[in-house]
């Protein structure tokens, strides 16, 4: 019999709430004081575009509860312009902003380019980096196939990276959590439509389900905001996760 997982975090990328929502969230302060009154962690998605003042990362960090927690993405010109290579500068910088955060920051994604093929002696060495110098999760998103094989799987294990698990997915293996199993970090951009389409059509209830199923941490973002879906999404997915995870607890009934 399978167990809940140790901790489910569900939310979305950033914080904005829709008109639509609005009623399931408190009236009154700050956007992201009203997201977090409802949710437990929120991802952050403009660092990929652009650094952040010091003051604004710890602005964000005074504006949550104690218990809610981040991720936030590396910057595109780590991950998109040098391509993992040659990144102890920009790399240092990011880090060093993203600290106005505080414990509150607990995991760094890593979103590769659908170009980026996996080659060891460039992925290797800018992982291993990372994690000497960031000792809490890594959630790594490749995109090319290449990445879906044992020895990218092997590496990322090897170094506590967890690889996330995405709708659409690249691969079909890519659809699950992979590498690094002490974390499940699934993101849902939206499909048929990348980032508009909603899960409110019966998918909920499966990705309720296969969260229940995980041993360790879970985090599930969504992502498909473009038409205002992911809030919608992530509320009651959040509806869905007790009752889903409390019958994979419960026992068989009886026989009579």
């Known amino acids: ?26 009236g009154a302060g700050t956007v992201l004081e009203r997201y977090a009154a409802r949710f437990n962690c929120a991802e952050i998605n403009s660092s990929f575009h652009r650094g952040h003042r010091s ?31 040659d990144c102890a500068e920009p790399l240092a910088a990011a880090l060093a902003e993203m600290a106005g955060l505080g414990p509150r920051l607990e995991i760094l994604l ?15 060495p800018f992982l291993a980096g990372l994690r000497g110098r960031w000792d809490r999760s890594i959630a790594c998103e490749p995109r090319h196939p290449s990445w879906f094989g044992d020895e990218p799987e092997a590496m990322l294990a090897a170094l506590r990276i967890a ?59 969504f992502d498909n905001t473009a038409a205002a879906a992911a809030t919608g999404d992530a509320l009651k997915l959040g509806r869905l996760i007790r009752p889903a995870a409390a019958a994979r607890r419960s026992p068989p009934p009886a026989r009579p």
């Open 110 to 124: 890593v979103q590769l380019p659908p170009s980026l093929a996996f080659e060891p002696d460039v992925a290797g």
């Open 1 to 26: 019999m399978l167990e809940r997982p140790s901790e489910v975090r569900i939310g979305t990328a950033g914080w904005s709430i829709p008109a639509q929502a609005a009623p399931h969230f408190p």
């Open 55 to 85: 003051e604004t990362w710890r602005r964000w960090a005074d504006s949550v509860p104690e218990h809610f927690r981040f991720s936030a993405k590396l910057s595109k010109e780590i991950t998109h312009r040098r391509r993992l290579a």
């Open 163 to 221: 690889r996330v698990a995405a709708d659409p997915a690249p691969v079909p293996a890519g659809a699950d959590p992979g590498g690094w199993r002490g974390l499940a970090y699934f993101r849902l951009h939206g499909s048929p439509v990348a980032y508009r389409s909603s899960y409110d059509d019966g998918r909920l209830e499966a990705y309720a389900a296969r969260i229940a199923a995980q041993r360790g941490p879970v985090w599930c973002i």
